[in-house]
């Protein structure tokens, strides 16, 4: 490359952790200046939040530079030109692009620095391009050979710069990780190497994921996931001593390893984020500074065969009874199956609260017909509770309780999840010689959940003399991170319907009978082959998946449990799909990244092998955009935000291109209409057949967008989470800390993983609507900025954040018109009522949001009006 270009040398230096100093000389004699303007060039390239003393390329450094040349320009150096260019990852323009600023400017003559640059050095890695082409092919073991080959290379090539490198603090492995991805990007075009950083993978993020297609765009190429890490501050100390790093440090290439291997679980054929038909995948760890910078290359296979849950469960229960495995075997493949199932959830780890995994299970039932292995049909009824029984409690000591302690635990209670905590179905087959089976799935905090019987007896008729088999498939909410102690499974037989009962006191409640739409698979096979050409297709199959839904749609309460669903019921069709035809491939994803922190509820993709090529055709994917009715929003109203929110959001997307080769995505909106009296219209489509779905283009460009997440400002909010952030002002103006970001937040808050917080969208709003501080307001709206946010008010916390915050309300018409009205508010019962009523719209919530108003606050509680954003409150 530098031949092509005329290269004869190249020098670099750091001016702080943020700012790049290059200088280039080219081929050919320097005897004048004019030879020195011509062949050298001077570049400063600079990020957000470096100093501007930093950005300036000073008269010393020019004469280290140029070394005995520096007498041609000694005379006038200021007309050596210097390109400035300057990466403002806090400025987007209306494409969606951060801004990077370049500029010509002269060299600094006032100042006179004693600085070294250092020469990079040609031949460090000779012939990289036959390393990086042999990635493309399908082989594993040449793949694998050389990945290896590659990262001693990239290790050898940092090793020999690593004394020039300057590292902000705490940002070590951010420097290592974009050291890496620019090499990488350098094949970027001629091997058609993609490279994604910060990639969802399994449970979270994979530090880079690499698929090398080469120039014929292959789709058999083998992904490989890096997982990097950096030696802390005492262990680079012990490593410049010549002493060794602790051997259970989670910093060594063995612990960045075994992190890959638990992102490639979730690498799955009919989940994966990246085009690929590939079986196998490739996972390494790497710590650049460690003195075995690379770990052991390895490979995980996906060609297992993938049974659908339902009846991979059902054969197993069967064979525990007939003895061909037993209760240990039994509970093993159960749980082996829903482990393959929990790696497919998106990576913020608390996806859809606590009842994401028993709402995934009911849209996966609705498929359920037949089980060829049991050569039988079911009859399926779900079971309504009467009782609630909570997800959450406090434990009870069974000690007597002082009036004190019995008030605090009362106050604790109030943060409790009191939504009901179990969903129990019945399966009759209908070959009345098979086992009848009850599957409760529990989600709550606590053991023994369960200690009254189903009144089985009601369906006595359809049970008739069988034997029952009762599974419980509890999931512990305290554990949610840890599978192996996430779920425990139970199972019991039971020789009749009398010995179930056997005195038992029963549950209060009612069955209902689920059906199974006709045709149900054909018309998933339907809308998959129409795919983009017909919204009729996606329609006709959503009206049938309402019409399977609409006995247990009171367990739909909210936008999580119908994504659960949904996500069930397509992930269900796609399992079947690859167990019957491996060489067609429906993939379902969710939660999809577009870049910049936003993410698709939905996507569904296809991809066909051709007959005897080998190749393979790919669908157009289908992004779907799912709303749930709530108070004070109609299904109309949703269907509209839904096409906004695509609109908005979904056509500025950057990372499409990751998953397809083709030239545009299409989405649609899906609403579930809870009050609907009709099933036909229980889910609704925002676009009819002649409209279209709405289309989204797909840039393959040359631009790189390094980071997925949202652009911070200069104050960086993070910064107050951390140890002692609160109380640093003159460094950080924090005026929240950790302990209220817990307020609303998802479990705890891990100080080393802070963009990884899950924000409850109700309990943000219900507690900055509390807060009277502005400015705090201010900084925990610009906090949740960058964070995963979820819950039925994530639309408008998005709205907030669009808005950047309260410091715009004034801009917002619509807010200054409420503001103006609360300003004039006297006592008269009209006008309080107008306010109130206008209070109950997006910009009223808003305004709550913002705490912009305390006139607001402070109007007269003459009646209770409830607003949907906070239920449990009157204004």
């Known amino acids: 490359m530098a031949k092509k270009l005329g290269i004869k040398e190249i020098y670099f230096r750091f001016g702080g952790a943020k700012t790049l100093k290059v200088a280039i000389i080219k081929n050919g004699k320097i005897k004048s200046q004019k030879d020195v303007i011509d062949k050298v060039k001077l570049f400063v390239i600079s990020e957000s939040g470096s100093h501007s003393y930093t950005q300036e390329f000073d008269q010393g450094e020019l004469k280290k530079v140029l070394g005995e040349h520096y007498s041609l320009v000694e005379d006038n150096p200021g007309e050596i030109k210097v390109k400035l260019v300057e990466i403002n990852k806090d400025n987007i323009n209306d494409q969606g692009k951060i801004v990077v600023d370049v500029k010509d400017k002269g060299v600094d003559i006032e100042h006179n620095s004693e600085v070294q640059f250092k020469k990079v050095r040609k031949g460090l890695w000779r012939g990289p391009e036959v390393d990086i082409a042999k990635l493309a092919i399908s082989n594993q073991r040449t793949v694998k050979a050389s990945l290896r080959r590659i990262l001693d290379k990239i290790y050898t090539t940092h090793s020999e710069y690593a004394d020039s490198l300057i590292y902000a603090s705490r940002a070590r492995e951010a420097a290592h990780h974009g050291f890496m991805v620019g090499v990488f990007m350098n094949f970027h075009y001629r091997y058609n190497l993609r490279v994604y950083p910060e990639q969802f993978a399994g449970r979270g993020y994979a530090d880079i994921v690499l698929l090398a297609r080469g120039p014929n765009r292959a789709l058999d190429s083998i992904p490989i996931i890096i997982e990097l890490k950096a030696a802390t501050p005492d262990e680079l100390k012990k490593l410049r001593k010549g002493e060794e790093v602790k051997e259970n440090s989670r910093t060594t290439p063995a612990a960045a390893l075994e992190q890959a291997e638990k992102y490639a679980q979730g690498f799955q054929p009919n989940v994966q984020r990246v085009l690929t038909t590939a079986n196998n995948i490739l996972c390494v760890g790497v710590n650049l500074d460690h003195p075995s910078p690379i770990s052991n290359i390895e490979a995980k296979s996906r060609e297992g065969r993938i049974v659908p849950f339902f009846q991979d469960m059902l054969k197993s229960a069967d064979d525990w009874d007939t003895k061909r495995i037993g209760t240990i075997k039994l509970k093993e493949q159960v749980k082996d199956n829903l482990e393959r199932i929990y790696h497919t959830f998106p990576g913020t780890p608390e996806k859809g609260d606590n009842h994401y995994f028993s709402r995934f299970l009911l849209g996966q039932s609705l498929l359920l017909n037949r089980v060829e292995d049991l050569e039988t049909g079911f009859k399926k009824y779900i079971f309504i509770y009467g009782d609630n029984i909570p997800t959450e409690v406090h434990p009870d000591s069974g000690r007597p309780q002082r009036t004190k302690g019995e008030q605090t635990k009362k106050e604790l209670s109030t943060g409790l999840n009191k939504s009901h905590a179990v969903v129990t179905m019945v399966l009759i087959p209908e070959n009345t010689e098979k086992l009848v089976y009850v599957i409760n799935i529990v989600e709550a905090n606590r053991k023994d959940v369960l200690n009254k019987a189903l009144p089985l007896d009601r369906l006595g008729r359809e049970i008739g003399g069988r034997e029952i088999v009762e599974l419980g498939l509890n999931f512990d909410t305290k554990y949610k991170l840890d599978f192996k102690r996430y779920l425990t499974i139970w199972a019991e037989k039971y020789n009749s319907l009398q010995e179930y009962n056997n005195g ?75 167990q019957e035809l491996p060489e067609t491939r429906a993939l379902v994803l969710t939660e999809f990244q577009t870049g910049r922190g936003k993410r698709i509820d939905m996507l569904v993709h296809g991809i066909k092998f051709a007959a005897e090529s080998g190749n393979a055709e790919e669908y157009t994917p289908i992004g779907l955009e799912l709303k749930t009715s709530r108070q004070g929003k109609g299904a109309q109203a949703l269907l509209r935000e839904a096409n906004d929110q695509i609109n908005e959001e979904y056509k500025k997307g950057v990372t499409y291109k990751t998953l397809t080769d083709d030239d545009e995505v299409k989405f649609i909106g899906v609403v579930f209409n809870k009050g609907s009296k009709d099933q036909n219209k229980l ?158 719209n997006a910009a009223g919530r808003i305004q709550l949001i913002r705490s912009v108003s305390s006139k607001v606050e402070k109007l007269p509680k003459k009646k209770c009006v409830k607003n949907p954003a906070f239920p449990t409150e009157c204004k």
Not at 510 to 530: G, I, S
Not at 805 to 831: C, H, M
Request: hydrophobic residues 30%; positive net charge.
């Open 504 to 578: 038992a006191e029963r549950l209060r409640g009612t069955f209902k009978e689920v059906p199974y739409p006709n045709e149900l698979k054909e018309t998933f096979d339907k809308a998959l082959d129409a795919q983009s050409s017909s919204v009729n297709e996606y329609n006709r199959l959503l009206e049938k998946i309402g019409e399977g839904i609409w006995p247990l749609k009171t367990l739909i309460g909210k936008e999580n449990d119908f994504q659960g669903v949904l996500h069930g019921a397509f992930s269900y069709y796609s399992d079947l799909k690859l």
């Open 683 to 840: 889910i609704l489509t925002s676009r009819t057949n002649e409209e279209g779905f709405i289309s989204v283009d797909v840039i393959h460009s040359s631009t790189l967008e390094i980071d997925q997440q949202p652009p911070r400002k200069k104050f960086k909010p993070n910064s107050c989470v951390k140890r002692g952030g609160r109380n640093r002002r003159s460094i950080n103006p924090c005026l929240f800390s950790k302990d209220d970001v817990e307020k609303f937040s998802k479990g705890k808050v891990d100080e080393n993983n802070i963009d990884k917080v899950i924000i409850d969208s109700e309990k943000f709003l219900i507690y900055v609507k509390s807060s009277q501080d502005e400015r705090k307001n201010a900084q925990l709206i610009e906090f949740i900025g960058n964070k995963n946010i979820e819950g039925d008010y994530k639309y408008l916390v998005d709205k907030v954040i669009r808005d950047q915050g309260y410091e715009r309300y004034i801009q917002n018409e619509r807010i200054k018109d409420l503001y103006g009205d609360a300003l004039q508010q006297n006592s008269g019962l009209t006008k309080n009522s107008k306010l109130k009523s206008r209070l109950m």
